[in-house]
């Protein structure tokens, strides 16, 4: 299986600053069709997971624009340019590459400093 | 709007086997996949498996392959997910999701399944 690796898997912040979750895949991400199928997750306490990111940096609608995916290969990066508190909670990398044994990463929670 | 309804909390005995059902409402069912994900209490995110609910073609994961099954009643626009052989470790919350731009978009709001003797 691909293996995705978050760091840090744990990220306090302060209000207002920015964010930065790594996340590094064992293999290339790349699909012989061309697309990068690597996406984010946001889970909030006691909440499902909802997708902000789809194919590396597509924002999904309704996810505010201080979101923003990058990366290419087997390295990517979720920013938050300004945090808020409604952002604290568990942000999860997943590839859907290599299907059909698609993997998530381990999980970054995010809290208020 | 989107809605995916599942069904509520289950408690089995190991080796039993559990169905969940995943109602879709707010677009047509047939034209997205679904997929199933679960979550071990204060763990990270695992994806079982998917199915075409229009086909009814399915793809699993080589770790639930022989224990799993994904079905579908399209006339109530409603998936399900059969695990088998229930051991501990499959206690877990189990997500149903619709898969949009090849990745599950909208998702239920999760089922828990707890195996205890």
């Known amino acids: 299986d691909v293996v995705m690796t978050q760091s840090p898997l744990s990220l306090p912040v302060t209000l207002g600053q920015p964010a930065s979750i790594s996340c590094r895949s064992s293999?290339?991400?790349?699909?012989?069709?061309?697309?990068?199928?690597l996406n984010w997750f946001q889970q909030r306490p006691g909440q499902s997971p909802r997708r902000l990111i789809y194919?590396?940096?597509n924002r999904d609608s309704g996810v505010p624009d201080r979101f923003s995916g990058s990366g290419s290969g087997t390295d990517f990066t979720l920013k938050i340019s300004r945090v808020e508190a409604e952002d604290v909670g568990v942000y999860y990398c997943?590839?859907?590459?290599?299907?059909?044994?698609?993997?998530f990463g381990q999980g970054t929670r995010l809290e208020i400093k | 709007q989107v809605q995916l309804v599942q069904s509520g909390a289950e408690v089995k005995k190991p080796g039993a086997s559990v169905k969940v059902s995943c109602k879709a409402s707010?677009?047509?069912?047939?034209?997205?996949?679904i997929n199933w994900v679960r979550q071990a209490t204060g763990q990270g995110l695992e994806w079982m498996g998917w199915?075409?609910?229009?086909?009814?073609?399915?793809g699993y994961a080589q770790k639930f392959q022989g224990r799993v099954t994904m079905t579908r009643n399209t006339s109530i626009s409603t998936a399900y997910m059969e695990l088998s052989s229930l051991r501990s470790e499959d206690t877990a919350v189990y997500y149903c999701?619709?898969?949009?731009?090849?990745?599950?978009?909208?998702w239920g709001q999760g089922t828990l399944v707890t195996v205890s003797s």
């Open positions: 194919k590396v940096s």
């Open positions: 997943m590839q859907g590459t290599h299907w059909p044994q698609i993997t």
């Open positions: 293999q290339s991400l790349v699909h012989s069709d061309g697309n990068t199928y």
């Open positions: 707010g677009y047509t069912f047939t034209s997205y996949d």
């Open positions: 199915m075409n609910p229009n086909s009814g073609n399915t």
């Open positions: 999701a619709r898969e949009r731009l090849d990745a599950p978009d909208y």
